[in-house]
């Protein structure tokens, strides 16, 4: 039997070997010439003169192979008091008709289709209609503003954009034309066909150029899958960076395919026919990667929750949909446990359940709290496994590959070790690689494996400066961190202006972009504080004009209505505190890690280049009288 070790070496040696025996379990219509090719910037293309098709892998084959009649679908919806289910053989019927639709209005093969949906079932059908046609999607999560929706109408310039007419939160109900119909007039490009799904919450009467879903299904042909070489992008996906323009991360047909195929065994350990919980976006790659793509492909029953962790209706839900659909492995966010922890302390919603399928959580999107660890295993008595990944790579970097359970122990704190593929380092700021223990940045050896990003959408040159310039020869993943001596890698967070809050991932920089607009602030820094909940918030420091009349609470108001209106709620945007000054460099950059190090009261590196460093107290003692962070919390003297 081959040890994680082995796994680790065969995988690093001989890649090769190691992807074309992976690449082998997938039906390919035509099979790959070439395991790998490495460009001139260090990055592979992975299994060049193959074709296939994604949606194949994820439905049709499974009919071949008399997995039909098993349930792949459920859409489970709190929100809504429906649960319904789609076998296999149901949910190709629905998708081959939406793809079919999709053709009847245009869309072919390259063409981009923006989906802007809730968590509705419709959501998963579209992304498959679009891999079907071997059209490329880009969802876009259902809480973004309408000003975040044209900036990805104008940077996919896509065909047709699907929509709902509302997301449901909680149990408020929010109309989502009116955003799409904003997003539609600031962007410059014109999509050339809406397509709108009615529900039953929200009903509206649509423009004469929309095309109500149902209506455009009633007449639409059921189209065959339209094999595709394995580069063809399958979807792009916005995530944010340094700057406040998103980056369109493409992922393509055929490595994703079988990087993620081979991470549902060998790394969450779950077979065809179990069912595998995701609860999270489709808005964002979790979604993406685990509850469409990897469980179809697997086999799967996969479920599709539109609800909370807590009020939909209590703090019980997550235990009475594994119950209910006899979750076998359940995957979500840290915070999810945070918030339904604060509601149920000792965990007394779980007596009225029976969770005996589920075999393991696995947690991600954020850094697993040893606190929220302790209770959640003491809560299950079963396994929770913290992992490690990003939008960019799709698929897990980091963890306790279940394949290797029985020689990888669970750390808490640590990430795991990494995944067979992948090679962590950590290095410093001149490049050289860290000694164990020692902490610095978190880089990947080129080339990355399958699945991860091989471009940015139509910008490749954005992917190398913002990835591959800083440490030659390895893609820098953003976090800083280290790998302690049994090789476990321990991520202590990102080390640029990208925050964390409720696991959702944003750009500072991209607030600090909406707060420096304010006709009062004169400088600005936004930076992310740590937050007992959310894990990260974040919160405006603002040096304001001479002779502004409004108050600072007046300005506070405007500046969270906006940056609610230009980014969403989700951002969870609701402090400012005035100050006299920001701490700077002689040469004028703003300190935002030091500032970040003070609201955190973590130990602060003096940069040497600080202008001048009395201004560091000012803002400390600014903090605590304004009781922010863990500076501002009453132990320290707030
Ligand atoms: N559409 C519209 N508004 C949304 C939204 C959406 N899809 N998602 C969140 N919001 C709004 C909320 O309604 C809330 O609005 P309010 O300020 O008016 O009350 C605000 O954004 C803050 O939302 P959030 O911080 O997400 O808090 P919450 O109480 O709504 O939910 C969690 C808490 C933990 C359930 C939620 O943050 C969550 O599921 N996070 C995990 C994210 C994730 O899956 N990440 C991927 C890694 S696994
Ligand atoms: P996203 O691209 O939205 O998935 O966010 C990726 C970022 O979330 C990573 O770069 C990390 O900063 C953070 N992250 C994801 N998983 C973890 C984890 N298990 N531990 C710590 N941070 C994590």
Redesign the pocket.
Request: charged letters at 15%; hydrophobic letters at 45%; proline letters at 7%.
């Given at each position: 039997m081959t040890t994680y070790d082995q796994a680790f070496l065969q995988a690093a040696s001989d890649p090769e070997a190691f992807w074309q025996s992976a690449a082998s379990t997938i039906d390919w219509s035509k099979a790959p010439e070439r395991t790998f090719e490495i460009g001139p910037d260090g990055l592979a293309t992975w299994f060049g003169g193959g074709e296939l098709n994604t949606c194949h892998l994820a439905l049709d084959r499974h009919i071949e192979l008399g997995r039909g009649e098993q349930v792949a679908l459920v859409y489970d919806s709190p929100a809504t008091g429906v649960v319904q289910r789609w076998t296999y053989r149901e949910l190709l019927e629905e998708v081959s008709k939406l793809a079919g639709l999709l053709v009847a209005e245009g869309v072919t093969e390259g063409d981009r289709v923006i989906i802007y949906l809730?968590m509705v079932p419709e959501a998963a059908f579209a992304m498959l209609a679009c891999a079907r046609i071997g059209a490329i999607h880009s969802v876009v999560?259902?809480?973004f503003a309408a000003k975040e929706l044209a900036t990805r109408i104008d940077d996919a310039t896509p065909k047709v954009l699907l929509t709902a007419t509302c997301?449901i939160?909680?149990e408020q109900v929010?109309p989502y034309l009116p955003l799409v119909d904003e997003a539609c007039n600031l962007a410059s490009h014109v999509l050339s066909r809406r397509i709108v799904l009615q529900r039953a919450q929200c009903v509206t009467a649509l423009k004469d150029e929309d095309l109500d879903w149902q209506q455009g299904l009633k007449t639409a042909p059921s189209v065959p899958c339209v094999p595709v070489p394995a580069e063809h992008p399958l979807y792009i996906l916005y995530t944010s960076g340094t700057t406040g323009k998103p980056k369109g991360v493409v992922r393509d047909h055929g490595g994703h395919a079988v990087a993620l195929l081979q991470s549902m065994s060998n790394f969450y350990g779950v077979q065809p026919g179990e069912v595998f919980w995701a609860a999270?976006?489709v808005g964002?790659v979790?979604g993406h990667s685990y509850i469409v793509y990897a469980p179809l492909m697997a086999g799967c029953t996969t479920i599709l929750f539109e609800g909370?962790?807590v009020r939909t209706p209590d703090a019980g839900t997550f235990w009475r949909v594994i119950e209910d659909h006899a979750v076998n492995v359940f995957f979500?966010?840290p915070?999810?446990f945070r918030?339904i922890r604060k509601e149920d302390p000792s965990g007394a919603m779980l007596e009225n359940y029976d969770i005996t399928s589920l075999r393991q959580v696995f947690v991600?999107?954020e850094r697993t709290d040893p606190s929220t660890y302790e209770w959640l295993t003491d809560l299950l008595g079963l396994p929770v496994i913290d992992h490690w990944w990003q939008t960019e790579t799709g698929w897990p970097v980091a963890g306790v590959p279940q394949g290797f359970a029985d020689e990888i122990r669970i750390k808490p704190g640590a990430a795991g070790r990494i995944l067979p593929g992948f090679e962590v380092l950590i290095v410093d700021e001149a490049n050289q690689i860290c000694e164990p223990g020692e902490t610095g940045a978190v880089v990947l050896k080129l080339p990355l494996p399958p699945g991860c990003l091989p471009t940015v959408w139509r910008n490749h040159h954005r992917l190398v400066e913002a990835y591959l310039e800083e440490y030659p020869g390895y893609y820098h993943t953003g976090d800083g961190g280290y790998i302690d001596e049994e090789g476990y890698l321990f991520i202590m967070g990102r080390t640029d202006d990208v925050i964390n809050?409720?696991?959702?991932r944003l750009s500072t920089g991209e607030m600090e972009a909406i707060v420096a607009d304010h006709p009062a602030v004169a400088e600005c820094a936004v930076i992310g504080i740590e937050d007992r909940d959310?894990g990260q918030i974040p919160i405006g420091l603002l040096v304001l004009k001479d002779g502004v009349t409004q108050t600072i609470t007046q300005i506070q108001a405007d500046l969270v209505l906006s940056l609610r209106t230009d980014i969403?709620?989700?951002a969870?945007f609701k402090r400012v505190l005035q100050v006299e000054r920001l701490p700077k460099t002689r040469s004028g950059k703003i300190l935002r890690k030091t500032l970040r190090q003070i609201a955190d009261n973590h130990t602060i590196d003096v940069p040497a280049t600080i202008d001048d460093p009395a201004i560091l107290d000012e803002i400390r003692e600014k903090l605590v009288a304004a009781s922010i962070g863990e500076v501002g919390r009453p132990s320290h003297g707030g």
């Open positions: 809730p999560f259902g809480g997301g939160e909680f929010i999270s976006d964002w979790v909370k962790p979500t966010a915070t999810a918030a991600a999107g809050v409720a696991g959702h959310k969403g709620a989700f969870n």
